[in-house]
């Protein structure tokens, strides 16, 4: 995953032109099949008086409904929710008798418009049932993601008990901030009002990936914040401020020693984009600054490092260079390090609290970035997000490496499941070729 070289680059900045043409043209023959197509309701029941939950689930699902997909109705009808499935594929006839169990109605349309036109398809239905009168709380969800069974009861509850006007799992801060539409929660004080509505019966289906995270994503997510008081009304469950409290706690304690083995190693380069990954350099850079700088200062001012000898964290710190850096990959091997190199007894003592402060602190630099579900896959899982998004390796976020970290913290029965869908689509750009690598590589598939 190292990326284009120049040639690849320029290459595919005079081909991208055209590939948009392709892309607008294509999209123009599938919405032309998709006006004259219908959505078929195959079956509806009635949602009940202790059904208050209503969930629209976006579903991809060919034949047969997946077991996490199953594991997720079972506690969402458990929890009393009325779903809402609409599905862009076609279930054979014994999947439909397994879906009855699950969905209050289920709903199969034709494939265009990704999920975002089949939440559209769910929204309309739930107002036009009167689900906006029997329901306290609208979900949406699909199945982008694997969804784990561990956990996933205590996410679903802890979803539909916010009192948080509009609630998300994660964050995603690439464009602007905006909560992640795989998971979204929005009380009867948001779905009662007119905008929201508005926005729901005027969106514009189409098929074109950047115009669906612009028109869809992005503005909804502006409309949802029309919608409330403030912006504290506008929260994701795994926020940073949960993400700092969990790294510092003695149960992240294997994230800050072994930060090597649980991080990232895919830095997307290939793609463009300047996500970081948690590196040494990283963990150095905030030690120089905060640790060299400010505890110099601070010990000139006590008078406590009179200790005239080389050593210390500055010479340390300068002298470290790339050569070391494949022999450090945890907390333990730094410290070894700094306490065979520093002389001074008043800045070996501070060793441990320093590494300490410099790891925690880079991997929360490293959580306020991009998309969290991608970038911080591995740590979300560990910290009790139930659900992988599906598409870390076709977007280069994820090596094998990552995955043997990721599913490390998934019930044995489900890993196998889950790198067979993850390895269904391989890196797309050593798997895609001509003018769909241009789009891949410019994020437009």
Known sequence: MNGMNLVEKSLNRLRLPGVVMLLRVLDWRAKSKWIFSRDKVIFKKDQTSDQNIHVVLALFEKDILRKDIINLCDVLVSNNCYVTAVNTKKLDTENIEIAKKYFG????????????????TGVKSFYRNNGDQKSDKLLFLNDSVFYSK???????????SSEIPVTGTTENLEVEHHIGSFT??????????????????????????????????????????????????????????????????????????????????????????????????????????????????????????RDTSEGGFGKSLKILNEKDFNFI?????????????????????????????????????????????????????????????????????????????????????????LINMLYSRPFGEISLFGWRKTAFMNGLI
């Open 150 to 160: 561990k956990g996933l009861d205590e996410w679903i509850k802890e979803l539909i």
């Open 329 to 417: 990959v945890s907390a333990k091997d730094l410290k070894q390090y700094l306490n065979k190199n520093i002389t001074n007894e008043y800045e070996r003592a501070l060793i441990d609290e320093e590494v300490d402060k410099a790891i925690i602190f880079s991997w929360h630099e490293i959580f306020r970035q991009g998309s969290q579900i991608h970038t911080n896959c591995i740590i979300l899982s560990h910290m009790g997000v139930p659900f992988i998004k599906l598409d870390l390796i076709f977007r280069g976020v994820c090596t094998r490496e990552d995955v043997k970290a990721l599913t490390s913290n998934l019930p044995e029965d489900e890993v196998e499941d």
């Open 184 to 305: 979204l929660a929005v009380m009867k004080s948001v779905f009662m009002q007119k905008r929201f509505r508005k926005y729901w019966f005027s969106y514009k289906d189409t098929d074109l990936r950047a115009q669906v995270i612009k028109n869809g994503e992005l503005k909804f997510s502006k409309v949802l914040k029309k919608c409330i008081r403030s912006l504290t009304d506008f929260r994701a469950l795994y926020n940073s401020e949960r993400f700092y409290n969990f790294i510092k706690s003695d149960s992240a304690r294997i994230f800050r020693e072994d930060f090597s083995f649980y991080n990232r190693r895919a830095s997307l380069e290939g793609l463009g984009l300047q996500i970081q990954t948690l590196n040494l350099n990283q963990i150095l850079q905030y030690m120089r600054r905060y640790v060299v700088e400010d505890r110099d200062l601070e010990e000139a001012q006590n008078l406590k490092a």
């Open 105 to 120: 109605t289920y709903i199969e349309r034709f494939n265009y418009g990704r999920d975002f036109s089949s939440y559209k």
